[in-house]
């Protein structure tokens, strides 16, 4: 069964430019997550889809970030323009009953500097 | 929602030595309770979980305890060997809601 795939896997940018990741989750998987992991802390979610809806975006700073899920498949995290403490890394997450009733597939990340 | 702490931040044990790391949280709702490993460079991988009607779980050298009322999970490692060398997240998680991790731990074995 293949894996979470994300791309790029690493990206440099200045402040202020844009940037956009994309996930692919395992086949099958309804629900697709979007976490930020800052260099010394644990992830911390952005967004939460299920299918191509919206289940939480609490925490997504709407004012430069935006995701999308197309088709409730694939989907895109963008930010513009960047700002220097949006370097992290950008994990895509996928499961296949939701957020707490199973395992939560990881892919490798998209780990983001802005200088 | 609320974070999870976890403790210690980080965690050095020689090769055969047993290793334990404690999270608290404060939500009484929580009822999902997983670990996960991270290694360089790589994602997040679930080793081991427990839900809230269970005290203790194990899986070969792993091990979860849960104590609901003081609001307490913790891993335990036993027989430690240098792949286990890694940082390991505590997360909890309720109905509705996405998994809140903790800060990490960085556990070093060393032979």
């Known amino acids: 069964e293949a894996g979470v795939a994300q791309s790029p896997r690493y990206k440099i940018i200045e402040k202020r430019q844009s940037v956009a990741f994309w996930c692919n989750p395992i086949s099958g998987h309804a629900t697709l997550y979007w976490y930020q992991q800052i260099l010394g802390q644990g992830p911390k979610l952005l967004i939460q889809?299920?299918?191509?809806?919206?289940?939480?975006d609490s925490q997504l700073p709407k004012d430069r970030f935006s995701a999308e899920r197309l088709k409730g498949v694939d989907s895109t995290l963008k930010i513009q323009p960047a700002k220097l403490e949006d370097s992290a890394v950008y994990l895509c997450?996928?499961?296949?009953?939701?957020?707490?009733?199973?395992?939560?597939?990881f892919g490798e990340g998209s780990r983001l500097t802005v200088l | 929602g609320e974070n999870v702490e976890q403790h210690p931040s980080t965690l050095s044990v020689q090769e055969g030595d047993s290793a334990v790391i404690k999270c608290t949280y404060s939500d009484s709702a929580s009822n999902y309770f997983p670990w996960y490993k991270q290694e360089l460079g790589k994602g997040p991988q679930l080793i081991i979980d427990i839900r809230s009607n269970v005290g203790e779980k194990k899986d070969q050298r792993i091990a979860v305890t849960l104590n609901k009322t003081a609001k307490h999970f913790s891993l335990h490692i036993t027989e430690t060997q240098p792949e286990d060398s890694a940082v390991y997240f505590c997360?909890?998680?309720?109905?509705?809601?996405?998994?809140?991790f903790g800060k990490g731990t960085t556990l070093s074995v060393s032979s």
């Open positions: 997360a909890r998680g309720e109905a509705g809601t996405a998994l809140i």
């Open positions: 997450a996928s499961s296949h009953r939701g957020a707490n009733t199973g395992e939560l597939f």
């Open positions: 889809f299920q299918n191509n809806g919206v289940v939480d």
